[in-house]
């Protein structure tokens, strides 16, 4: 795991060099903690190349203004929380198709479950968390 | 590279999910980036499953890292480049996760004929699944073919009709077992399509029914 952990923060770098003209220190440990765990444990946990989608046309993102971040945070929380107040059986498949870095059929495998359970519950957690952040 | 509003047929939330989780097999990658280029609607709903992830991540994991982890990191910011770099965007035909693989755009295809003008070439990715590009004549039929695996076809250029519904440039339709489908390709124009398969292609007659090439729409 603490391989893992020095890969993305690693890989990250660059995200976080194009910032460090504006930034201070705490600033940019603060940034670092932010972007590592979204996208970049998923990076790189990957088994496989991953092609990215091309960016969008208005280009790299400006720093997001002060209220631009804290709707983020509160919005994360909020996603945050409904996950914990899903179903049990709905969330730990949310978990492991994430953590578990496991397909639909291989969770299947592993729990016994019908392939079809596992999607239906799926899409009903995900009606959820969808629900929850409206 | 913006069609939005023109797109009908999008990408499953399973599709999405996985692509997020990082669960797919490369060619299945490249199909949903390929898309996502083309689809704002895919995009956002691949933002959400990001978000998921994220959350999840952060809830389930903690970890020590060595104590020069945070000096070593900042050494390499201070050597990065600290130009914002270009935004990647594909002024051609083919969205940018493709031209990576084709090495350019249409022109770059180095296609290899499956006989009465149907072309096609294979692309490199891992063996779990296979990527190929489609060309498809204006007017000529994809021999009729069942499914073993999943299939996923995406179209970059012109038009492709088949017994479900009618596919046209970033449109994205999802076949499985169940399925046996004829598509063909519309009159007005040469159809080019990527076409993603993990398990290969079951053909119903032994000698494909390229005879159809000609069918009317």
């Known amino acids: 795991m603490r391989n893992i952990l020095e890969q993305i923060i690693h890989t990250k770098h660059e995200e976080l060099a194009v910032r460090k003209a504006q930034c201070s220190l705490n600033e940019l440990i603060e940034i670092a903690n932010k972007v590592t765990p979204k996208g970049g444990f998923i990076d790189a946990l990957r088994k496989q190349r991953r092609p990215e989608p091309e960016d969008l046309p208005w280009g790299p993102e400006a720093e997001p203004d002060q209220a631009e971040a804290i709707g983020l945070k509160q919005e994360t929380e909020q996603l945050a929380f409904a996950i914990k107040e899903l179903p049990e059986k709905q969330r730990i498949l949310i978990e492991q198709a994430y953590f578990g870095d496991l397909s639909h059929s291989e969770i299947a495998e592993i729990t016994g479950l019908p392939l079809g359970t596992i999607k239906s519950r799926i899409r009903l957690a995900l009606e959820r968390l969808r629900h929850a952040m409206k | ?169 970033g449109d994205v339709e999802v076949a499985n077992e169940d399925m046996e489908h004829t598509p063909i390709a519309d009159m007005g124009e040469d159809c080019i399509c990527l076409a993603v398969t993990d398990a290969p292609l079951k053909f119903n007659a032994l000698i494909p029914r390229i005879a159809q090439r000609f069918l009317r729409i």
């Open chain 2, 1 to 169: 590279m913006n069609m939005t509003d023109t797109i009908k047929h999008h990408l499953t939330p399973e599709i999405l999910m996985a692509y997020s989780a990082g669960t797919l097999p490369e060619a299945f990658s490249l199909i949903v980036a390929t898309h996502v280029s083309m689809c704002d609607v895919c995009r956002a709903e691949l933002d959400s499953y990001d978000a998921v992830g994220g959350v999840v991540m952060e809830d389930a994991v903690t970890a020590d890292v060595s104590s020069d982890a945070l000096s070593s990191t900042m050494k390499l910011i201070a050597a990065s480049d600290t130009a914002p770099k270009a935004p990647r965007r594909s002024t051609g035909t083919l969205p940018s996760p493709l031209q990576d693989y084709v090495g350019g755009d249409l022109s770059a295809i180095k296609w290899k004929p499956l006989g009465m003008g149907v072309k096609q070439v294979i692309l490199s990715t891992s063996k779990a699944a296979t990527a190929r590009l489609l060309y498809i004549p204006a007017g000529a039929a994809v021999p009729d073919h069942g499914h073993q695996g999943t299939e996923m076809t995406l179209v970059l250029q012109g038009t492709f009709v088949d017994e479900e519904d009618r596919f046209a440039r």
